[in-house]
DNA sequence: AATAAATATTTAGCAGGCTAAGTAAATACT
DNA sequence: AGTATTTACTTAGCCTGCTAAATATTTATT
């Protein structure tokens, strides 16, 4: 039976992945996860707390406790909306965008290794599977 | 560029594949990453934290809380080892032993899931790059 | 045999991520 | 207008998972 493998090797990979990068990030002061909420905030600023939890798909506390840690740390800060005082809208400071560059690298790094040893074709391929995989899961 | 892609695919995927059955396994009392160390012990009863730790490729604190909390849940239970007075080995409980089939169930249900719509070629190519890209992070 | 080094585990402390319950502001309803 | 409901966020508490430092036991060295 292939198909338990699958779920297992997923697991195994991306926990691996977390791993092998989390010690890159710690040299930005970083925690692992925390380089997915800075990256939603690269492509889209002045972003409230809400729509954070919906590109993370996580829950609204995580996003509480994770903003919180960042702004402690200097990578965003936050402001309330002025229209509605309910939304909490964050944004980057320097700090938070002078590591884009470090952390896409540290990405690429990680797939380079990843992906060692399979061709174009392969890499479009997985691709597809994944994507499928992704849409089945929703 | 395929190759960022694939990357954020596997971290989305299991994310939120952890997601989904957590709730399930919240039925069983068990919290997510629990049934791995419980299914090392399946397969290989009278284990050492050790052993444990190569098993599951984590840290040994990680290993030390693990054991601690499931055996306050009692679905394990410590013995020290009576020749090396440092190992301590991990035994599974009838408790333990009786999630075992519920356990299965939640993966084969998430797996089935996830797979959809591949063919059985496609499963056993997708699986057979997963296994490349394992071996690639080792 | 006495000291040094290695091994197995533990403890403390931090962060992501979750649930459940709470607060505060905005909207809907009567 | 006044109450009820919904929405956005927070707090408390738990567990995985990590690092760094401590403890205890065993093995290696001299």
Redesign the pocket.
Known sequence: MVDNEIREHIDKIS?QMR?QY??AL?ELDL????D??LCKLWTADDI????L?EL???????????????E??GFVY?KK?P???????VYLTEKGLAVREPITQIWRKQQDKLLKGLTAENRELLNKFLQQMEKNLR
Do not use: A
């Not at 925690?31 to 925390?34: D, K, L």
């Not at 409230?48 to 729509?51: D, R």
């Open positions: 926990s791993r989390s010690e710690r925690h692992v996860g925390q997915n909420l409230t707390q809400m729509q939890t993370l798909n996580c829950e609204p506390s995580t996003v509480t406790n994770m903003v919180k840690t960042l402690k740390k936050r909306d229209v509605d005082g309910r939304v909490s809208r």
